[in-house]
């Protein structure tokens, strides 16, 4: 299978608790972007990387949430400290190195419960 | 900031007939892209077809069509001889020039009764 990979694909974690999850891009994409999804709701931006180096943050991404892509393969997604409001669903998408439009390509998605 | 709407939170459509779903955007920028995802029930989203602003040219793939009027940040969706697969959420999405993040709209969940 050659699409995106999220693991794990449901979290259930402890108000307070740390979580991370992984996204495995489209081996021959170099953007890679973080989203979240709650009910009802369509995708909202996160992060996004190009090869290593992140490009760019959206202000929902308060300072409990951090990202990497250390080697420009995998990218890991942290809650530090996670409260009720950040269950939601987390997807990771890549794309193809050709700026703007030819569509992002997206995993199963990491379903986050906090309790 | 750029902004999608869809204004039909739920639709439904007999088996083989046409529907039509309806997306409109709000941008500053002359250069963007507009897309249409598809996500079924606990499934992953699915790129369904995309439009380059600067083509005036309505996009095409088999059953799916968009209906792009750029005056007035019309984008809509037109699905021919629907079929039961193709019941999921419909999210308009939009990318704005020299951005690479995707804004969405709140979706419209469609329903192919047989």
């Known amino acids: 299978d050659t699409g995106v990979s999220q693991n794990p694909r449901h979290k259930i974690t402890k108000r307070g608790q740390n979580v991370t999850f992984r996204c495995d891009p489209i081996?021959?994409?170099?953007?890679l972007y973080w989203y979240r999804q709650t009910l009802g709701q369509g995708p909202e931006f996160l992060t996004y990387?190009?090869?290593?180096?992140?490009?760019?943050k959206s202000r929902l991404l308060s300072d409990r949430f951090s990202a990497e892509r250390p080697k420009g393969s995998f990218s890991t997604l942290e809650i530090q400290r996670t409260e009720q409001g950040d269950s939601a669903m987390y997807l990771c998408?890549?794309?193809?190195?050709?700026?703007?439009?030819?569509?992002?390509?997206f995993g199963p998605g990491t379903r986050l419960t906090v309790t | 900031a750029q902004t999608v709407t869809q204004s039909q939170p739920e639709m439904s459509v007999q088996e083989a007939e046409t529907v039509t779903l309806s997306c409109t955007y709000d941008?500053?920028?002359?250069?963007?892209?507009l897309f249409w995802y598809k996500q079924p029930p606990s499934r992953q989203m699915i790129l369904v077809i995309r439009?380059?602003?600067?083509?005036?040219q309505n996009a095409t793939e088999n059953r799916f069509s968009v209906n792009f009027q750029k005056a007035a940040k019309s984008f809509s969706l037109k699905i021919s001889d629907s079929q039961l697969g193709d019941t999921a959420m419909y999210f308009c999405?939009?990318?704005?020039?020299?951005?690479?993040?995707?804004?969405f709209g709140k979706g419209t969940k469609l329903t192919v009764n047989p």
């Open positions: 999405a939009s990318s704005p020039g020299g951005s690479e993040k995707l804004v």
């Open positions: 990387f190009q090869n290593e180096a992140q490009l760019e």
């Open positions: 081996s021959e994409h170099n953007r």
């Open positions: 998408a890549s794309s193809f190195p050709v700026a703007g439009g030819l569509g992002q390509y």
């Open positions: 439009q380059e602003a600067y083509k005036q």
């Open positions: 941008t500053s920028e002359s250069n963007y892209y």
